[in-house]
C-alpha cells in the first residue's frame, strides 16, 4: 500500500525527490484537493509515484472512489503506461490505493499543486442563421423525443402539401430514411399534383412511402350514415369525416407496426383551430407545432438550398396551400393570407396584445376580432392534441394556457 503522494512543484524542478513533497492525506482529501477538475480528460491532473507519473482519468469520484477495473492501457496522450487500481479507496486516513506504474515516455507538462482552474481550449463554433438554428432545434427535440421514448421508426401522413413535407424532411433528418413512413390517403378530391408531389417527396428524401386510397372508406361512412343525415347538405361534417378516416388508417399502423405517428399541423392552423380533433391531429408527436406557416415555407427553402437539391418538391412550396376536403378548397377561403394571419397571430398569442394594439396590420377590425375569436375557440382542441417542439417566445401548452371554458368576449 503507498502510503505517500508526491506532489510535483514545477518551479521547484525537483519532483525526483520526493522527501521534500510528501503529503498524508485522505483519498477524499487528495481527490478532491488536487483533482477537482477534468477528471476524464487526459493531462489533467498528475502524481509523482514510486516509479512514475499516475493520471486519474478512470476514477468517478464518489463516497467510495473505485476504479474501472480496466486493463493495462495507454492513456490517450502515450504520457504513461498505467496498471489497474486495485480494491476501493476508503477514505480512511493514509490509505490510498496501490498502482503498479511504468517510468513515463514524457514528462507531462501540467503542475499539480497549481489551484487554478486550467484554460479551455478555444472552441470554434459556427454560428447559425435563425432559420438554420430553427431546423437543428427541431431536427434535435424529434430525434431526442423518439429515442428516449423508445420509438425506432415514424409514420406521416403525406397529403402533398408544404407541413407534411418539412416534417416529413426534418425526420428523415433526424432518424435515418430507413425509419419513416410515409402514407399518402388520396380521396376524391386529392389533386394529381398533390398525389405526385407526395411520391417525388418520398422519391426525393429516399422513404419508403405506402399508398391507401379513402374512397371505398368515404361510401362505406355515406352508406352507414345515409338515414340520419337525409335532407341535409353537405357540409364540415363530411370533411372532418375524410380527416378522421385518415387520421384511423394511421393510428391503425402505428398500433399494429409500432411506428409512432407524427402530426404535421403547424403553430398557425393550430392556433385558429384549422384541424380537425381525431382526424389530422391524431397522433403521438407534433413536430411543427410550434412552427408558424410562413416559418414552413422558409425552412423548407432553407432545406433544398442548405441540400443542394430539391428535397422538398418545388411545386410543393409555390402551390397555393389547400386542405382539399372538398372540389377547388384553398385556405384563403377560411383564413386571411398566412402572411397577415401569422402578424395578427405573432401579437396577440405571443406579445399578449390587446385587440386595440391589434389595429393596421393590413387587416379589418372585424377581420381581426374573428381571428382572436377563433384562437380563444380552439383551446379545447389544443388541449387534446399531442405535445410538440417549442422554438418560439410563447408556445401553447404551459407557456399559454387560458380557460378552456369562459364567457370572455374582446
Not at 386529392?190 to 405506402?210: E, M, P, Q, V
Request: some cysteine; charged content about 25%; proline content about 5%.
Amino acid at each position: 500500500m503507498v502510503n505517500n503522494w508526491t506532489v510535483y512543484n514545477e518551479e521547484l524542478e525537483d519532483y525526483p525527490n520526493k522527501e521534500n513533497y510528501l503529503i498524508a492525506l485522505t483519498a477524499h482529501e487528495i481527490f478532491h484537493s488536487y483533482f477537482p477538475f477534468y477528471m476524464g480528460i487526459n493531462e489533467s491532473k498528475y502524481a509523482w509515484m514510486d516509479e512514475g507519473w499516475a493520471s486519474f482519468e478512470d476514477y468517478a469520484i464518489t463516497n467510495k472512489l473505485i476504479s474501472n477495473s480496466a486493463a493495462t492501457r495507454w492513456d490517450p496522450d502515450n504520457h504513461l503506461l498505467y496498471d489497474n487500481v486495485y480494491k476501493e479507496i476508503i477514505g480512511s486516513e493514509l490509505d490510498l490505493p496501490m498502482l503498479s506504474i511504468s517510468k513515463m515516455t514524457k514528462r507531462p507538462t501540467y503542475s499539480v499543486n497549481s489551484y487554478a482552474k486550467p484554460a479551455l481550449a478555444v472552441r470554434r463554433v459556427r454560428k447559425l442563421g435563425a432559420t438554420e438554428e430553427v431546423y437543428h432545434a427541431l431536427v434535435l427535440g424529434t430525434r431526442d423525443y423518439m429515442g428516449k421514448n423508445g420509438f425506432t421508426k415514424a409514420v406521416i401522413a403525406l397529403s402533398g402539401g408544404i407541413d407534411s413535407a418539412l416534417t416529413t424532411a426534418i425526420a428523415t433528418a433526424a432518424i435515418g430514411e430507413e425509419n419513416v413512413v410515409g402514407v399518402s390517403m388520396p380521396s376524391p378530391y386529392s389533386s394529381r399534383g398533390s398525389i405526385d408531389d407526395s411520391k417525388a417527396l418520398a422519391r426525393n428524401l429516399g422513404i419508403r412511402i405506402i399508398s391507401l386510397p379513402i374512397r371505398e372508406a368515404m361510401q362505406a361512412y355515406d352508406k352507414i350514415l345515409k338515414k340520419p343525415f337525409e335532407g341535409l347538405p353537405l357540409d364540415i361534417t363530411e370533411e372532418n369525416m375524410q380527416a378522421r378516416i385518415r387520421g384511423t388508417l394511421m393510428m391503425a399502423l402505428s398500433n399494429k407496426m409500432g411506428w409512432l405517428v407524427l402530426t404535421t399541423g403547424n403553430k398557425s392552423e393550430v392556433s385558429v383551430g384549422y384541424c380537425t380533433l381525431y382526424g389530422d391531429m391524431a397522433g403521438g408527436f407534433a413536430v411543427i407545432k410550434d412552427v408558424p406557416k410562413i416559418w414552413v415555407y422558409q425552412l423548407s427553402r432553407w432545406i433544398n438550398k442548405d441540400a443542394g437539391r430539391e428535397l422538398i418538391p418545388k411545386a410543393t412550396i409555390t402551390k397555393e396551400p389547400s386542405a382539399e376536403l372538398r372540389p377547388d378548397q384553398k385556405d384563403t377561403d377560411s383564413l386571411p393570407p398566412y402572411s397577415l394571419l401569422d402578424k395578427v397571430l405573432a401579437r396577440y398569442i405571443e406579445e399578449d396584445r390587446g385587440i386595440e394594439e391589434l389595429k393596421g396590420m393590413g387587416l379589418s377590425m372585424k377581420e381581426v376580432k374573428r381571428i382572436v375569436k377563433m384562437v380563444d375557440a380552439s383551446e379545447y382542441k389544443r388541449r387534446q392534441g399531442p405535445p410538440g417542439i417549442k422554438i418560439t417566445p410563447k408556445a401553447f401548452g404551459k407557456d399559454r394556457r387560458l380557460p378552456i371554458t369562459n364567457r370572455y368576449e374582446p
